[in-house]
């Protein structure tokens, strides 16, 4: 944990927050504050500041916080993954948090085997804190928005547009020549939609239907990667090209 | 599974062999063989191939083997990683075969915990299996050279050249300006040796220490990433700026 995230309604209108959760056991356990420490925190989907330890009773820790004004921008990448297996998806939340992603689009396919749905890893409950575990990780503030569709078909006829307004859309292909550094420079400043389709690939007519939707296909060289190491390694890639593309190499 | 791998001494002088492992099962369960059918296969160390099914006896499977006569080559990269949690590397294990790697050279750190190289993660016959479910996955024979050092200065004065002789050397330090695709083609066609640290980062006398031995600092960006999500995320910008030095951007 490189942040303290807090929630909105944590903090009071004189800037003061007490916690008694896993922040403050952090806190005290591997952080090591005593009274007058410093900490980093972000507001969720908010500013990032710090906090000075106000006190600490037991395993309660109060903060008095200080933000910086600016709220950090929404990652440029979205991912349009097809649901993989539960087990998968699991280690892939916090992952993808903490990689940098506006929004994770979630997908049946051909080759989703369809009882995937069905487990707690979607449900929101679950996945939150999984983000947030991320996002403090990588000392982001902005929640990924997740949305969960069932049918390809029509998330890409009808809903794409208004999810990723005027992305660049590129697909992973093992088969592709080209790479996502070869895509991404020739739409400079625009966000990108990365799609990576499940375990035994898009069928042809899923394919298909995403190339007809503007996706450019990009491969990852002759190594096929399992669906979450895939996803990573795209996921650097990408915000590599975006960067060189927006030419910041090197963003502080 | 994307390639079913045979040790050599598996393999008659006639080019059969017969399975009954998980390797069998899997041929049976998932991809559905029957008399005739092919798959395809790989010699530990050796030549990539395609078997016929010559016979099923219940769960024991017998392949014909044909060779393509190519070793593949060993993967261009090598890694240097402090070693983390077993937990974590037990994760790694199948992913940096799957990413392609020579080398996975452990090593301790002043931010390494002791104890994490008292585990079954780190003995042959726990990792063997992980390293080659990786290579099965991604289709190649070549199985990474592991080797575990306990005191990081012997290795990098007394050892690495001859582990990694030749090699561009750059170290993963999320302060860095520069990225790993500036620094790669600064050494055209030379394998790259790629140090990780450890959760808290090196420490200062280890940082020098490594640039002192011609460690390159490469970044990543603002956002710091848990370290096996950093391994496959720079594992795969090392791959995609060694291809485009080498000049040669998505090979067959």
Not at 44 to 52: F, K, W, Y
Not at 174 to 202: N, Q
Not at 211 to 235: K, N
Request: hydrophobic fraction near 45%; proline fraction near 7%; glycine fraction near 10%.
């Amino acid at each position: 944990v490189n942040l303290i995230l807090l929630e909105r309604s944590e903090v009071s209108d004189g800037g003061e927050v007490t916690l008694a959760d896993q922040r403050a056991a952090h806190m005290l356990t591997v952080l090591g504050v005593t009274a007058g420490s410093e900490v980093r925190i972000g507001l969720l989907d908010g500013e990032r500041g710090s906090a000075t330890v106000a006190g600490i009773d037991g395993a309660t820790v109060t903060l008095r916080c200080a933000f910086d004004g600016r709220r950090p921008p929404r990652p440029p990448l979205d991912l349009l993954l097809a649901l993989p297996r539960p087990k998968v998806m699991r280690r892939l939340w916090a992952q993808l948090a903490a990689l940098g992603v506006g929004r994770i689009i979630l997908t049946n396919a051909e080759r989703v085997e369809r009882n995937y749905f069905d487990t707690h890893v979607l449900s929101e409950p679950f996945y939150r804190p999984l983000l947030i575990e991320g996002l403090q990780q990588c000392r982001d503030t902005r929640l990924p928005l997740v949305s969960v569709h069932r049918r390809l078909k029509v998330l890409v006829e009808d809903d794409l547009d208004r999810l990723a307004a005027g992305s660049a859309r590129v697909m992973a292909d093992p088969a592709a020549p080209e790479s996502i550094g070869d895509v991404v420079p020739r739409h400079p400043g625009r966000r990108v939609l990365l799609a990576v389709g499940p375990e035994g690939g898009w069928s042809r007519f899923e394919a298909a239907l995403l190339a007809r939707h503007g996706f450019e296909a990009v491969g990852m060289g002759p190594r096929t990667l399992r669906t979450d190491t895939a996803c990573v390694a795209l996921l650097a890639l990408a915000h590599d090209a975006w960067l060189r593309a927006a030419g910041d190499p090197r963003p502080a």
